[in-house]
Structures are given as structure tokens and as C-alpha cells.
């Protein structure tokens, strides 16, 4: 484990390095907490529904714990959390849109969020004392994820028909854009692995890869030989476009917007 | 040892009942008369008021649940470090006015200071063996 950052001592270009970092990081879970939010009712069973009812208050809460890190940064996360639009949203791509299917939330199950638990395992390793902090238990509440996920995931793989083929196509369809963010190898993604916030690049793909590799085999995907998402908006440190608008009203409060507590 | 039963009682107006405005928990912890002078220990003290604070969601003490991971004391203030059974435990609100509700109601704690920790994580590994017992006899296995 690397010493401790001091933040105080990052220049500007390093500042808003991490706050890329957290915001990237912070948004990709408010958007998963949503897309899991979007099957409490219609998901396959009522347990599968308690399950991503209860993933998506871990994911909120994640978020939370994220987004106030950027008060080590003298940045307020009122405003960031209620007050933005869409395309300053740093969520990741696949997560723009309501999953189509079953069979696409368990893969954003296991892929979205295990692409995010990869970089949280970097993250918690880093030299961030708030991530050394808050993130350990934010990585043992995503075990139980990653077991419902893998659990569905065999599953759906091992029905055949529409199953597997819908797993398959979401699966194709979402990791070239999770390869892209988890290998971020940029200035500011650069940057941040030489203050040692996080692992290297090729680091963090082999870690991600080795996560889902078995997985994307059972839908005859060789996570291997998939080439990253080229399309990149450095400002955001994710693919272009943003996340769809109905979600991002739901994301900032709106309809509760007069009863704010914070 | 005498306690103190909250009040329990709608509001005139007939909006919420009186003391969800002074206790979030609805009045279910059993409060000890507060001290008439000021302890010996007063970190020690502070301890054994939390005792008293319970659980929003178990009935057990925050302490037996493992939640309180340090008390301090200066000049007056108690400082309570604590931490969550969740990340997003939809608790957290309740369970902090409690603390300082509580603890307020000492003449001799001039402020609650609240330090929200995660490290070392919350798991039920932190529950009490006298946490665990009042859980048996529950029936709830932890």
C-alpha cells in the first residue's frame, strides 16, 4: 500500500485528476443503484426483486460515501449531486439506458459493477486515506452481488434460446466501453497512478478481465480478445453521450427537490 | 433504577405525535434518570448511556451491536465515533439524533460531536457476546 496522499500538496492538474476519479466512480454507482431501482417490481421472482432492491440502496450508499470525498477536495457535493445535467454526468456508458431485459441487468450485474469493483479494489489500495477508509466496506457489500450476479449469469448461459443469445448480445454490447474505463490510461488516469491513488492501467484490465473471463466464456465471449471502446471524452473519463434524462431526474432528487435535508 | 417512559402522544393539530419532535426512535428506549453530578469517568459514563441507546431496527444497544468504535472526551464535548451496518442503512438519521438525544440530556455534556467511521468495516463478527445472547432469546441467530 502506497503512503498516504497528502492532498493539500496536489497541484491543479492532479485535483482535478481525483475529482475525475470520484465523480466517475460516484456517478457509475448512483446509475447502477437507478438501474437496479428499475426491476424492484417485473424482475423474474419477488426474491430477485428484494435482491435489487437491496443492491440498489448498497449502491446509493456507495455513492454517497463517494461523492463526499469530494469534500477532501474543498468541493461541496450538494450541487454535484443535485444540480447537474445529463452530460456532465461521468457515469459509465452502459448504464445511459433502462436495461432492455433480464438477461442485460445480470449482465451490467456482472460486468458494470464488476468493472467498478475492480477499480474500487485499486482505489481502496491507493494512497486516498478517505478510499482506504470507506471503501473495504463498500467492496464486502459488493460480494453479495457478484453472487447473485454469477449465480443468474450461469443460469440465463446455461437456458439456451432467448436467454443465452440476450446474454450474449449484452454482454458484447457492454464491455468494450467497460474496457475503456477500467484501462483509462489518459493524462488525468495517469496522473492519478503516479500519486499513487490507483494501479496502472494494464493492472486493472488483467484484474477485470480475470474477473469475468469464465463468465463471458459461458455466452462465448473471449473478454480476451475484445478491443476496448476507442471513443473517449477525457472530461469525463467515459465513452461520449450521457445518461438518459428520466434517470438523471431521478438521480439529482427532483421531485423531492423541496425537501432536501442536506 | 427508575426510567423514564417518552410520551406517546398526537399532536393537536393531529400532525405527528409529540415526541417524534424530541426522540426519533418513537420513544422506545428506556432512558435512565440523567446524573446529578458529574461522573468520575466521564468517557466511561458516556459508554453506559449508550448502552441505553438502542437499535432503530434491533432491539439491542448500539454498543452490543458492535456500532460504537471509540468514545472520547474534551472539554465538555463527548465525541462518539460510530459506524453503520450498511452503507446505506436508512437508519443512520435516527440513530444519530438518538445518540445526541441521549447524551444531551446530561447536564454535564455540553455537545455531542458524531464521527461517522468505516475502517475497520461493521461486520456481525462486532456484535457483543452479550449482543448475541439478547438476540438468541429473540429468536434471531447472529
Redesign the interface.
Known sequence: MSDALDVGSLDRTQRDALRRLVLSLADSKRLMGIRYSDWLLGSPSIETGIATSSMA??????A??LYSMLKDLDIDPVPIEHDRASEEYASVAPLDEEMPDWAALVAAICLVDGAMTTMLESFAEGSFEPA???V???L??EEFHASLGSAWFKRLAGAGGDAHRLLGEATRAMIPDLLAWVGADDGPARAMVEAGVIGDADGRVVAFRDRVRALTALVDVDVDAVVPSEDWDPARARSPGHPSEEAVERARGDRNRALFVE | MSVTVLPIAPRPDGGLASHLSVHKSGGRDRWSEPLTAPPEDPVQATWGLLQEVLDPEIPISLPELGLIYGVEWEGGVARVRLTFT?????CMEFIREDITDRLEAESWIDAVEIIE???????SERITPEGRAKLRRLGVSA
Open positions: 440502496q448498497d449502491e446509493w450508499g456507495h454517497r460515501l482506504r477508509g470507506r473495504p466496506k463498500m464486502a457489500e | 450498511a452503507t446505506a442503512c436508512p467511521v468505516w475502517d475497520p468495516p461493521w461486520t
